[in-house]
């Protein structure tokens, strides 16, 4: 048996503009962050012919056509596993739809899986393309790069986005204290609405395609805020990176009229009347998990579970997607 894992990530900046859309004209910049909650996909060689697989559905089909997981089916395609034997399992910490790139996340796991299962050995930037290759070509998703590349890496990192499609990884600069001082001061809470990121991203997507102005000029703006972000980082002021979080927030919001809703508004202004100096919701919008970066973590936690939110806790990974049993 073969067990691989790749850990969700959050974005600190520059979200956005990792869509091909938008970097193969302009180029993107972002930062994203891996953290210790995990998609966990296992492949082992079962005694039967055939492709079992058990996920929030069970499929058993003989024949890689017939398989109804769009991303297993073209991953196994892609490998050429034509009569393939085969049992895949997946299981995750944090249910998708909340905005923590958790089908980046699968599909690198479940490509290391079935390289290690196969003893062909992989490197992250390879292991990072071949899935933007099943999500973005194969599958025509409205998604960007950096869910793939920052599982497939790990750590605190920096992706620029060339025109050429091709990507630079970087770790950001971070003294020891400013790394403490995000781990323990960037708090995730959950809020409750789970959403697909197609809708808002197609949206995106087709507006940046047409050269829209209005969505130029935010995602313009974005990644000079994810720029300011690594500036401020870098210089060890994470309290002015809090800032650039709700200034990119509110220029988030104006993409699109989903980005946000009454009720996660108020939230929001919650969590800044209590402890929070910005934050913002983590993905594509619509839903999942609002982040904060505090400068009075108690006080916001207060706030946020008398108003009945979760928080997940969390800490850095730097390992990314790896196999872990084998």
């Known amino acids: 048996m073969i067990i691989a894992r790749s850990p969700l990530r959050i974005t600190l900046g520059g979200g956005g503009t990792d ?37 929030s559905q069970i499929e058993h089909v003989d024949r890689v056509e017939d398989v109804r997981h769009p991303i297993v089916r073209e991953a196994v395609q892609m490998l050429g596993l034509r009569t393939p034997q085969v049992e895949i399992t997946t299981l995750a910490d944090i249910p998708a739809g909340t905005g923590l790139g958790s089908s980046g996340s699968f599909t690198t796991a ?33 998604i960007g790069k950096q869910d793939q590349y920052i599982a497939a890496y790990g750590g605190v990192t920096c992706f620029t986005f060339n025109k050429d499609d091709s990507v630079e990884a970087k770790p950001l600069a971070l003294s020891m204290d400013t790394l403490f001082d995000l781990e323990d001061n960037l708090l995730l809470f959950f809020s409750g609405f789970a959403r697909s990121a197609g809708s808002i991203l197609k949206d995106q997507n087709d507006r940046t395609v047409k050269s829209d102005a209005e969505m130029l000029k935010n995602l313009h703006y974005v990644k000079e805020l994810g720029l300011k972000s690594k500036e401020a980082l870098e210089a060890g002021k994470p309290a002015l990176f809090g800032e650039l979080m709700h200034e990119h927030w509110e220029h988030k919001k104006r993409r699109s009229a989903g980005m946000s809703n009454p009720q996660i508004d108020e939230w929001y202004e919650l969590g800044r009347k209590n402890g929070a100096i910005g934050g913002k919701l983590v993905g594509a919008g619509g839903g999942g998990f609002l982040m904060f970066y505090a400068s009075d973590r108690n006080k916001l936690r207060h706030a946020m579970a008398n108003a009945g939110l979760e928080e997940v806790r969390f ?11 084998s």
């Not at 972002?30 to 697989?53: C, E, N, S, W």
């Not at 800490?315 to 049993?325: A, C």
């Open 19 to 55: 869509l091909p859309s938008y970097y193969r004209e302009h180029e993107g910049f972002l930062i994203a962050v891996a953290i210790d909650k995990y998609v966990y996909v296992t492949v082992m060689r079962p005694f039967k012919p055939g492709i079992y697989l058990k996920y």
């Open 110 to 142: 479940l490509l290391k899986a079935l390289y290690a299962h196969r003893r062909r050995l992989i490197h992250p930037s390879e292991l990072a393309e071949l899935a933007c290759h099943i999500e973005i070509d194969r599958l025509r998703e409205p």
């Open 315 to 325: 800490r850095f990974d730097f390992e990314g997607t790896k196999i872990v049993l």
